[in-house]
C-alpha cells in the first residue's frame, strides 16, 4: 500500500497538463459564460414559451458556468493548467475580479488551506473553522455564535454577500489595502455592473443576468467547499500528529455525483485527489483516481439531501470518538 510521499510520486505522472485540452475547456468554457448572459438579455419567445422562463432558464444556466469555470480558474491559480500564457493571465485576472474573488486574497488564502486542511490549531484562512468538543462546550455565547455563524446553512445560502462580498473583498482590503486593492477594485467594479445594468435595462435583467447567478453559483461553491472537507468520516489531527498525505485522503470527500453534476464541477468533487497533489489538471483527477488503488476511498458525500443533511449537522470534532459531532451527541439537543 503506498502513503506519505510514495503516494504522492505515484500521481506525478497525471500532474502534466494535456495543453490543448486546457486550452478547449477554458475556451468552451468562458464560450458558454458569454452566450448564457447574452440569453439572459434577449432570448424572444420560442416554441410556446415566454421569454421571461428562456431568460430565467439562461440565467441558472449562468450560474452553472460561472461555477464551472470559476473552478478552471482555481485550476489555473493552483499552476495545474496554461502557465506562462499571458492571454490566459489576463482572461482568468478579469474573471476573478468580475467573480469578486481577486486573485491575490483567493490564492493566498486558499493556499494557506491546502497546506493546513485538517488541522485543528490552526488559523481558519480559507476554510471553515473547527472547535473541539471540549472547547464548544467551554466557549462562552458569543464565541459559540460566531463559530456557528460561519458555519451555518444561513452563511452558505447568502455567501455571495457574506464570504466573497465581504470576506473575499472588504474584510481582505481592510486587513491590507496595499497588498488587496485588487480587493477594493473588484467591489467598485461589481457595483458599477449592477448600476448600470439598473439604469440602462432595468431590474429584470440586473437579477437574471447579475445577481441571480452569483447567489446561486456562490452558495453551490460554499456549499460544496463545506462539504468537501466537514462530512461524518472527515478526520482532524493536533498539529503534531498531522501530515499533509493523510490529511488529504482522511479530511477531503469524494462527493459522488453523476457525469453532469462532475461536468458542471469541473471534477471539484474527486477533492481528495486534488488536495493530494493539486497540480493534477481538473480533467484528469479521475484518471489519477481510476488508476491508483489507495485513492479509491469511502469517504463519500453527495449532493443528495440526505447528505447535505448529514453535514450540515456536524458541529465540532470529537477526539475521544475520533469523528464529527453534531449537538445531539453533545447532549445539546
Known amino acids: 500500500m503506498l502513503s506519505g510521499k510514495d503516494l504522492i510520486l505515484a500521481t506525478k505522472p497525471f500532474a502534466r497538463e494535456i495543453r490543448w485540452k486546457s486550452w478547449y475547456h477554458t475556451l468552451t468554457g468562458f464560450a458558454l459564460l458569454i452566450g448564457a448572459i447574452i440569453g439572459t438579455y434577449i432570448f424572444p419567445s420560442l416554441m410556446g414559451i415566454p421569454a421571461f422562463v428562456w431568460r430565467l432558464l439562461c440565467s441558472i444556466f449562468t450560474a452553472i458556468m460561472l461555477s464551472r469555470v470559476f473552478i478552471i480558474f482555481h485550476d489555473y491559480l493552483h499552476h495545474a493548467i496554461l502557465q506562462k500564457s499571458v492571454v490566459a493571465k489576463v482572461m482568468f485576472t478579469i474573471f476573478g475580479i468580475y467573480m469578486i474573488t ?28 473547527i472547535m473541539t468538543k471540549q472547547k464548544f462546550m467551554e466557549a ?45 477594485l473588484a467591489l467598485i467594479i461589481h457595483f458599477s455592473i449592477a448600476t ?15 445577481i441571480l447567478p452569483f447567489f446561486l453559483s456562490h452558495m453551490l461553491g460554499a456549499y460544496l467547499f463545506y462539504a468537501q472537507h466537514n462530512f461524518p468520516e472527515a478526520v482532524y489531527r493536533n498539529n503534531v500528529d498531522w501530515n499533509y498525505s493523510d490529511a488529504a485522503l482522511e479530511s477531503s470527500s469524494y462527493m459522488a455525483m453523476n457525469k453532469v453534476g462532475h461536468w458542471i464541477t469541473a471534477n471539484i468533487g474527486y477533492h481528495h485527489v486534488h488536495h493530494l497533489n493539486s497540480r493534477i ?21 453527495s449532493l443528495f439531501p440526505s447528505d447535505i443533511i448529514k453535514c450540515l449537522r456536524l458541529k465540532a470534532w470529537d477526539p475521544e470518538t475520533n469523528r464529527m459531532v453534531g449537538y445531539k451527541e453533545m447532549g445539546m439537543s
Not at 455563524?149 to 462580498?165: C, E, K
Not at 448600470?196 to 447579475?210: A, M, P, Q, R
Not at 489538471?281 to 458525500?301: D, G, H, S
Open 102 to 129: 481577486p486573485t491575490g486574497i483567493w490564492k493566498r488564502s486558499h493556499d494557506h488551506h491546502h497546506n493546513h486542511n485538517a488541522k485543528l490549531f490552526s488559523a481558519s484562512i480559507g476554510s471553515f473553522p
Open 140 to 184: 462562552d455565547k458569543s464565541e459559540r455564535f460566531f463559530y456557528l455563524a460561519v458555519r451555518s446553512p444561513i452563511n452558505m445560502f447568502f455567501a455571495y454577500i457574506t464570504t466573497f462580498m465581504y470576506g473575499m473583498c472588504i474584510q481582505s482590503f481592510l486587513s491590507s489595502p496595499r497588498r488587496h486593492w485588487d480587493s477594493l
Open 196 to 210: 448600470f445594468l439598473v439604469l440602462h435595462f432595468g431590474w429584470l435583467t440586473l437579477i437574471l443576468s447579475f
Open 281 to 301: 489538471p481538473f480533467y484528469r483527477l479521475p484518471e489519477a483516481m481510476a488508476a491508483i488503488p489507495e485513492l479509491q476511498v469511502k469517504n463519500k458525500t
